[in-house]
């Protein structure tokens, strides 16, 4: 009976062996699977048989079995690409996917843009991220990624923004719109749009009128006003700068204000012209436009309109936010890719291509977004190697044929053994 025992354990030996060299086998041919994370094999031993009943201490063992398979979910070194859709987690968490089995998890950012636009994995399943409102601002509404509309509107300039100096050394003149070159100090030309997304060119003018007090004029050519004339200058806004004795912007007064461009824009629009936060406005005076001894000059100038435009490209940023850059300059956030959270991972049940998905013992998703709530990191243009370690595996593939050469061993000599006993019949 004893022998026969022998045996079984053997046998169970090589079983688990060989168990357990799958295991190993499955980490080293995945050892360049993107986001592949590994697994260990456990092992434990079977029910033993008593030699003296529940109350006696001496047992004999009947062998061993896998008894779990762990998976191994440290982080794999991250490498660097030249794909704009590619992207990496440093950190916990998981990409969403929308599969056909449903929802599935995945580590492998190695992802791509279909004919519809739709953000997908290598076999086609939609990625899952938050949406973007019309204003670019990402919201906590989950859904696929997808681009969309590839041509934005037309946008009307409502503000321009000014970062200037004016020489306090200037004499006071008055501004004649008919010799504006000749009766201003000072003049610049900024390009805004009207409301169908034509351009038009406005040269704004200064002229000192007292010390510390400034007036500008805002003017079109004649060409591109309602009802005007080419070469025939028209006025479009006023308003006056106040400066206090040091040169710091006091006060913005705006006066008139009424824009009316020709080839059918919508008349009397308002653009707002900004010289930087004055004191009257809670600021301090000298981050704004300011007026000292010295050249008058710009340093900066934006404006906020533009003309429509069409997709140029796109590309993810370090948040996990994919931007979209049109051909009129704009930029546009579309969605920002969404990161599921466990409270255990090695709960997580392997589906191939890989995917994992839920199930009781890893816990439901939690979708965040990246960075929040102990959830990885997103780098754009990167993506997570596989965690194998060659070295290790290396080690425990010949622990595991020494195992199976054990086990082998001890069959062969039970076998030796009962072929004794059956050779006493022959003596």
Known sequence: MGLLSSLNTG??????????????????????????????????D??????????????????????????????????????????????????????????????????????????????????????????????????????????????????????MNLDSRDILMKFDPAKADKTSSYNNSVTV??????????????????????????????????GGQQGVPVEMATGTLRFNDKGQLQEEITGNNSFNFANGAKPDQKIDFNFGKSIVEGGTGSEATTQYGSHSSIA???????????LASLSFNDDGVLSAVYSNGMTRSLAQVAIAKFENNEGLFRVGKNMFKESRASGQAALGKPGDDGRGE??????????????????????????????????????KMLQEVLNIKHA
């Open 11 to 44: 046998v169970t030996g090589l079983r688990a062996s060989g168990d357990g060299m799958n295991v190993i086998s499955n980490n080293i041919a995945n050892a360049n699977t993107v986001g592949f994370k590994s697994s260990r094999a456990e092992f434990q």
């Open 46 to 163: 079977l029910l033993s048989r008593a030699l003296k009943g529940i109350d006696g201490g001496d047992q004999i063992g009947s062998g061993v079995k896998l008894s779990h398979v762990t998976g191994l979910f440290n982080q794999g070194n991250i490498a660097r690409t030249e794909s704009l859709t590619d992207v990496a987690l440093n950190g916990n968490g998981f990409f969403e996917i929308d599969a056909p089995f449903g929802k599935a998890y995945t580590r492998d950012g190695q992802f791509h843009f279909n004919k519809d636009g739709e953000l997908t994995n290598g076999d086609g399943y939609q990625v899952v991220g938050f949406q973007a409102n019309d204003d670019g601002t990402i919201t906590n509404k989950s859904g696929p990624i997808k681009i969309g509309n590839t041509t934005v509107p037309a946008t009307a300039t409502q503000k321009v923004g000014l970062d």
């Open 193 to 226: 749009y009207d409301n169908i997304g034509t351009a038009h060119i406005v040269t704004m003018y200064f002229n000192k009128t007292a010390d510390n007090v400034w007036e500008y004029h805002a003017m079109v050519d004649g060409k591109e006003a309602a």
């Open 300 to 310: 900066r100038q934006t404006q906020d309109g533009g003309s429509a435009g069409t």
């Open 378 to 415: 997103v780098l754009a243009k990167s993506v997570e190697l596989s965690n194998v370690d060659m070295a290790e595996e290396f080690i425990n593939l010949m622990n595991s044929q020494r195992n199976f050469q054990a086990n082998t061993k001890t069959i062969s000599t039970a076998d």
